[in-house]
């Protein structure tokens, strides 16, 4: 369609200057963090529930692909344009509001998920989900994908948090879930969740918040050995202990932070466990923890409890994946996930990757429940270094499979690993995702081509 031909949709907005027609300086909404780079249609800022019923109105009645998006910090390609489509960006729909009684948080999909949780500590509340994006992210992209963080060890991932959802389906139709209908029915907002902006398109979540837990000691860990770092997760985990986070970042990652952010000196070729600690026996808790860090002959261990000291040695975790990013021409990121008990088998195997190939590879991740980024860097861009990738890629997520684990601990399927879908599930259990994508949007234009191909 002509610039011309968007004039109806214009007209049907509370602000007709939030629809964007002219692309110059708008990349940002072309791409998201994969930096796979598609140039849309046209980009609509909606500000409220009714700009998005006339937006997938007038895209259902044009056969416009539609591109949700959130503030575009996914690793999977989830809102990466079509061309031809249209961005439907909900980062201004913000609105929040804390029910303290009720413990509860009604928001709407833009609100930045640090901004949740500075709101709900205003009322000795918190929101316990926490992507490493937290200061950017958005909720209705963290639903989207079901994201994960680094406290989901102890208390769990977005879903988990999640009392109802209020979204508009293709026929511009509102959908309520949980809350909003009295929990009565289906729990359709399981289906939602994780849908990757392919069924719906979500216009307001209400959360679950709880008493904010007291929070105890950092701590961090050094191990010249990648392997033992990894064999003390196994066996923290494995002895019933559950910090509130258990963080792990291989030497690589570690050298990327440091030098994008001075935050901490720490001696080159060194692999980290970062632990926080809370609940009533987080001094017995900290005594166990060193304990299995020494037994696996760790380098040192760092123990923090002022919050400001604290904070300094969690930005090496919180900066890794920008400053891993930063290092290279691109970066492909695997979040894969396996059963604790194998993250030594998966750490052995990029590194025998990486030993007998020329690529760069580092991992860092959430180690508590398995849940670990395989980074491959792009330090070239040529088409060798990519094809050499793409195969290191698919021999780690076969392997991920064969050790009982699965393709995304949190990004999501997206574009990145459509074509691997057959490795993990069977072809009934694909057929019948795709049936459902099939009744919720026949003519196929809520994000196509993410997932899978229909």
Known sequence: MSKVDLTELSSLLIQPETLIT?????????????????????????????????????????????????????????????????????????????????????????????????????????????????????????????????????????????????AITVDGEMLKTGVYNKNQGFLLG??????????????????????????????????????????????????????????????????????????????????VLLFETSGEDVDKQTVSIRAFCEKNKCSFTRVESDPAKADSLWKIRRNVSNAVKAMAKAKISEDVAVPNSQIPALVDLVAEINRISPLRINTFGHAGDGNIHISFLSMTGTDEELRMIDQGIETVLKKVIELGGTLTGEHGIGLAKSNYLHLEFDPTTLDYMKRLKQLFDPDNILNPGKIFKM
């Open 190 to 271: 399981d289906v939602l969740i994780g849908s990757e902006g392919t069924l719906a398109v979500i216009t307001e979540i209400t959360v679950r918040l709880i008493e904010t837990p007291s929070v105890g000691a950092t701590i961090l860990a050094g191990f010249e050995n990648v392997r033992d770092a990894a064999q003390t997760v196994t066996d923290i985990t494995g002895a019933g202990i559950i910090p509130t986070v258990m963080e792990f970042v291989d030497a690589d990652a570690v050298e990327c932070s440091i030098q994008y952010e001075k935050s901490e000196l720490l001696e080159k070729g060194v692999a």
């Open 22 to 166: 002219e692309l110059t300086g708008q990349e940002d909404y072309f791409r998201d963090a994969t930096e796979k780079k598609v140039t849309p249609l046209a980009i609509v800022l909606a500000q409220s529930e009714g700009d998005v019923i006339a937006i997938i109105n007038f895209c259902s009645k044009h056969r416009i692909p539609i591109i949700p998006r959130g503030a575009g910090t996914g690793l999977s390609g989830g809102c990466v344009p079509v061309e031809g489509g249209l961005v439907l960006s909900t980062e201004k729909i913000s609105h929040l509001k804390i029910d303290r009684s009720q413990k509860r948080a009604a928001c709407g999909p833009g609100v930045i998920t640090k901004d949740l949780k500075d709101a709900a500590e205003k009322f000795g509340l918190t929101y316990p989900p926490d992507p490493a994006s937290y200061d950017e992210s958005t909720l209705g992209g963290n639903v989207a994908e079901c994201a994960g963080g680094l406290r989901c060890l102890r208390f769990g991932v977005t879903k988990d948090y999640i009392l109802g959802l209020r």
